[in-house]
C-alpha cells in the first residue's frame, strides 16, 4: 500500500473509533436514565437487594413485615414470602383476574385502574389482617412502622 492510502485508512479507523466513542457516551447515558426510572418506580433498590438475600436463606417473614411489600411483587411471592394461604389475597382483596397469582402488584393496579400507592397499602393491610397463628421469627429487628431494618420509612399509618 502507498502513503495516501494508508493515510486515508488511518482517517477512516480514527473516525469510526470516535463513533463509536461517542456512542458508547450516548448508550451510557440512556443507560443511566432507565436505571434512575426504574429506581423512582421502586423497581431497583439496594436494599431490596439486600433482603432479596437475606430471604433466601431464611424462613418466611411474620405478617408484622408486611412494609417489605413492593409493586414488583407478584401475589405468588407475597405468599411464599409471608407463608400464606394460596388463595388468601385473592379472596380478601376480591380479585378475579385470570393470571392471578402470577401477576405483579403494579400491573393488577394498573389494570383494575387503581392508584397504585393505594392498592400497594391495601395489600399490606391484607397481609396484616392474616391470621397467623405461628409467626415464624425474623432476625431483622422491626421498628415501630413494623418495617424490617433495612426497609426505608412509609407511611403506614393505617397498617400500623
Do not use: C
Request: aromatic letters at 12%; a negative charge; zero cysteines.
Amino acid at each position: 500500500m502507498n502513503q495516501p492510502e494508508n493515510h486515508r485508512l488511518e482517517k477512516w479507523i480514527r473516525y469510526a473509533l470516535i463513533v463509536l466513542a461517542v456512542l458508547l457516551v450516548v448508550l451510557l447515558i440512556i443507560l443511566f436514565w432507565q436505571y434512575q426510572a426504574l429506581r423512582r418506580q421502586q423497581w431497583l433498590d439496594s436494599r431490596e437487594l439486600h433482603s432479596a438475600l437475606f430471604l433466601e436463606h431464611h424462613a418466611p417473614l411474620p405478617v408484622s413485615e408486611a412494609g417489605v411489600i413492593r409493586p414488583w411483587m407478584t401475589f405468588d411471592y407475597l405468599d411464599k414470602l409471608f407463608a400464606l394461604p394460596p388463595e388468601y389475597l385473592k379472596a380478601r382483596l376480591g380479585i378475579t383476574a385470570s393470571n392471578y397469582p402470577w401477576l405483579t402488584l403494579s400491573s393488577y393496579a394498573t389494570e383494575q385502574h387503581l392508584d397504585a400507592a393505594t392498592f400497594l397499602n391495601e395489600v399490606e393491610n391484607a397481609v396484616l389482617g392474616y391470621p397467623s397463628s405461628s409467626t415464624p421469627t425474623s432476625p431483622v429487628t422491626a421498628t415501630s412502622t413494623g418495617a424490617g431494618a433495612y426497609v426505608p420509612a412509609r407511611a403506614n399509618d393505617a397498617s400500623a
